[in-house]
């Protein structure tokens, strides 16, 4: 091979709309693309085609390639620009004959299960005139044996290009090395081989390095996106390997266009949306699933990383490519209903609470602002303190009661005794209660407070009062510590659906402290 024979492939226009939903805007995109050409990208990827409704000149997925080519500069210089087609949402009679000028590289995506639908839409694609590339999703997720029948599917088309595609970001070094060898060993060396990685372990940088140090005989090229934007946990970053490769490949790309889109386009939106490493990515990796999977788990707001990872560890395989949401839901309900036998630990709980006057404190914000009014409470009427799911600072728990393990491991030692649900593990001692008996009284996921007010219901409390129960406002600081805020979506009806659950369990509730939920 030229040593020089790699090209780099932008792709942050269409696998970084992912994080604005591709509502770049008419003259940001264009921009963008601008700035990409002047820093001499080799590819510069302008968007999706889809099957959508209408077409919107300020978004990047569109019906047809001629919506696209609206967005490309007149002096495109040495660029290609290319478009992504799934075969499942994309109906291939849109596309028209390449012209000669615009978009000049379609590349084609498949799952596992459509693979060989994806492989009749691809050769469509280039019996139309456009450059080929080939991208099947997931390629960790295939036998050798199955790589292989691609391989050979591949070398019949004929396309540009087959793209290693790491969906998941789960390939390592040896991985790399192992699938590299597999490919370049057995596709016709005419065929460009191309790398996407993605950066769930925190490793797409050093596989891509490693990539370009192969010197493969033959056409390589790498995607990339700007400061890595993508989907979390986000891709390569394409200025980084750039400069990787103008230092060991003689290559000129100009890194200065790439900071200064950055700086004007990508940036601020990183400053409103995070993408890049966390550990609930890396564990969709580490087990090689759908992204989606640890974004469900995250939204359920009460799943430490460690029961994310107990979880997925026992997920099917055939489940691992598409998400399948009642899937999630099913495997989450039976990790959190560990049976136990709590016949003990509730009698004693019916024993020295069932007659006791008691004061349920919730880590609302009037934790706080109402510290002095509360105080003289629990002084004056003599209240059994139970805490629900955090360590009050300014009051002193005679019990706390934890359903959600995360918060449990986030909270410090403290002297109160522990009531816990089946779904949390500890070697404390604590009084410990069947989880899925209590969350049968919610129907919108967790709430602790809901639960303990069953339990209390059970054990044959018939009145209690609330404090730092204030409800949930979108947008305002509902907790009365920062830490303690959940990261569960949560709609407008979530305060009316405790009202009702509450009102369900017929319990007295005395909100001593303003409440959304009266």
Known sequence: ??????????????????????????????????????????????????????????VTVCNTIEELNRLLPKNPGNTVYTAMAMQSNYDINKLSEYSGTGIEMIRVTAHDYDIVEGMGFAQTVKDKGYKLSINPINIM????????????QVNKIQPYQFSIVDTFGSMKRRDLDRIVSLVDNNLDKNIRVALHLHENMALSCSLAQKFVDKHLARPVAIDGSLMGMGRIPGNLPIELIADYCNEYMDKVYDIDFLLDAIQEYIAPIKGKTEWGYTPAYFLSARFNVHRNYAEYYLQKGDLTHRDMDHILAGYDRSKATAFDEEYAELKYNEYKNQVIDDKEDFQYLQHILREKKILVLAPGSS??????????????????????????????????????????SQAADTAANLIITSNIETDKKAIKLNYNVLSSSFDQGCNSMVMLIKLLKDIGVSEIAVAGADG??????????????STAERSGNYNVAVHNAIHRIGMKVNF?????YE
């Not at 002095?372 to 706390?400: G, H, L, M, R, W």
């Not at 001593?512 to 959304?516: D, G």
Request: charged share 30%; glycine share 4%; proline share 1%.
């Open 512 to 516: 001593i402290t303003r409440s959304l």
């Open 472 to 485: 949930y406002v979108e947008g305002e600081r509902n907790y009365y510590k920062t830490s303690l805020r």
């Open 1 to 58: 091979m030229m040593h020089n024979d790699l090209k780099l492939l932008d792709c942050t226009l269409r696998d970084g709309g992912y994080i604005n939903d591709w509502h770049w805007g008419y003259h940001q995109a264009r921009a963008i693309i601008r700035f990409l050409t002047k820093a001499k990208m080799d590819f510069v990827e302008v968007g999706f085609l889809r099957n959508v409704d209408n077409y919107d000149e300020d």
């Open 367 to 408: 934790i706080r602002s109402e510290k002095n009014y509360i105080s003289d409470y629990i002084a004056k009427e003599q209240v059994v303190t139970i805490a629900v799911n955090f360590v009050p600072e300014d009051f002193e728990a005679d019990y706390i009661f934890f359903s959600n393990s995360k918060r449990f």
């Open 141 to 152: 997720g295939y036998t050798d044996e199955k790589i292989l029948w691609i391989i050979e």
